[in-house]
């Protein structure tokens, strides 16, 4: 069945890149997102991206997917203590779909 | 941008009574969703819905679960009999266009249930 998988944690210099993986099964997928959860908060919608696309860019944000491996990938540059949240990859075959999430990678930034 | 709102953030129920989750999707958008998050575990999908019915469901969704959408603005989850294994954060979505032109889906802030 469907999948998304991500590492559960991910710890970063404070100014350093952050590289955020994420590997998805499902072929048909067509959109892929990235989510920002902040504690106690609810979940907000970063970027996402269309399964024809390589690669987007927005502000300190950039999004790869390798569709030949499923995979998918968020950088944050210049990783700020603001930026401390769980993030969650997910996939949607279709505009209207259910999406499929992944269990969310927490981001831990170290001074 | 605009936003999708939940009301209450935070309801506390005895096992067995019925709660009723509301939420205030974006105004121009069509598609509604309930999501709900087990502490600690997925954010997983129980309902969607489009031009006043229900689009899709999952196996959560049971008999104990229903959604409405009373009038123009709300959304409502209502679950009849609750269970203690009902406590979760439960998320409101609505997806549609963005201000920016392009497409999005949108969750509200969630409302936790506790069930004791």
């Known amino acids: 069945g469907e999948d998304v998988e991500q590492s559960l944690f991910l710890s970063v210099r404070e100014g350093d890149s952050s590289v955020i993986n994420c590997t998805y099964t499902?072929?048909?997928?067509?959109?892929l997102y990235w989510y920002k959860q902040e504690p106690g908060a609810g979940l907000q919608l970063l970027t996402y991206?269309?399964?024809n696309m390589d690669m987007k860019q927005d502000q300190r944000l950039t999004v790869l997917l390798n569709k030949k491996d499923k995979h998918l990938s968020l950088r944050i540059a210049d990783t700020q203590t603001g930026d401390s949240a769980i993030y969650f990859c997910?996939?949607?075959?279709?505009?209207?779909?259910?999406?499929?999430w992944g269990a969310g990678t927490k981001l831990i930034i170290k001074p | 941008e605009p936003e999708v709102t939940q009301t209450p953030s935070h309801q506390v129920t005895q096992m067995g009574q019925e709660v009723i989750l509301r939420c205030v999707p974006i105004?121009?958008?069509?598609?509604f969703y309930w999501y709900r998050q087990i502490l600690g575990q997925k954010v997983e999908f129980l309902v969607s819905?489009?031009?006043?019915?229900?689009?899709?469901k999952s196996e959560i969704f049971d008999d104990q679960f229903s959604v409405e959408r009373p009038d123009g603005s709300n959304f409502t989850l209502k679950i009849r009999s609750t269970k203690l294994e009902d406590s979760a954060m439960y998320f409101c979505?609505?997806?549609?266009?963005?201000?920016?032109?392009?497409?999005?889906?949108?969750f509200g802030p969630g409302t936790r249930l506790t069930v004791l």
């Open positions: 979505a609505s997806s549609g266009p963005t201000s920016a032109g392009s497409f999005g889906w949108f």
């Open positions: 105004s121009n958008h069509l598609y």
């Open positions: 819905f489009y031009n006043n019915e229900i689009s899709e």
């Open positions: 499902d072929s048909s997928s067509t959109y």
């Open positions: 991206i269309f399964s």
């Open positions: 997910a996939e949607s075959i279709d505009s209207n779909y259910q999406l499929i």
